[in-house]
């Protein structure tokens, strides 16, 4: 990535990041008031939402899933991933632990900058690594290496 593309990055996010702060401190034009706390949210999530996905665009960190063939896993099961990293998983489009096996590093990088609150969990608790044992059935390997499953 050149100079010139980096800084045009920063700026754009040091523009955003002004919106962002003005409308939530002020509200725009026809959006509620700071009083009104569940529209409130709305706006600053989906401006926050925007930015995240104007970033993602420039450092080219979008993600694809690979397509699910089959019923969805407990993602659960897998050490470390609990019901709320699930359901950011299954927002992303993981439902199932093939899915996660066949990432690839740079898919992995994607995914994890996507994580929200569960950045760098990924690679911490080696979720891939779980994921490719129970995709290929070797619950005895799993175990061995990751513990007894639930």
């Known amino acids: 990535m050149s100079n ?12 955003a990041a002004a919106a962002l702060f003005l409308l939530m401190r002020k509200g ?13 949210d709305s706006v600053g999530d989906a ?10 665009e420039f450092l080219q960190t979008d993600f694809t899933p690979p ?7 407990e993602l659960t099961v897998l ?7 699930a359901t950011r998983l299954n927002e ?3 439902t199932r632990y093939d899915q996660l096996a066949a ?13 929200d609150a569960f950045k760098g969990r990924l690679a911490k608790d080696r979720w891939h690594e779980q994921a490719a044992y129970l995709a290929r059935g070797d619950k005895a ?6 513990g007894k499953l639930g």
């Open 79 to 85: 050490k470390g991933l609990g019901p709320r990293a």
């Open 103 to 115: 990432l690839s590093p740079s898919d992995l990088d994607a995914l994890d900058a996507r994580m």
């Open 141 to 146: 390997g799993f175990e061995e290496k990751f």
């Open 28 to 40: 725009a034009p026809g959006t509620p008031g700071k009083h009104d706390q569940g529209r409130y």
């Open 47 to 56: 401006a926050a939402t925007a930015v995240e996905d104007t970033v993602a």
């Open 92 to 94: 992303l489009g993981i």
């Open 4 to 15: 010139s593309t980096l800084i045009i990055i920063v700026i754009a996010l040091v523009i």
């Open 67 to 73: 397509a699910a063939a089959g019923p969805a896993d």
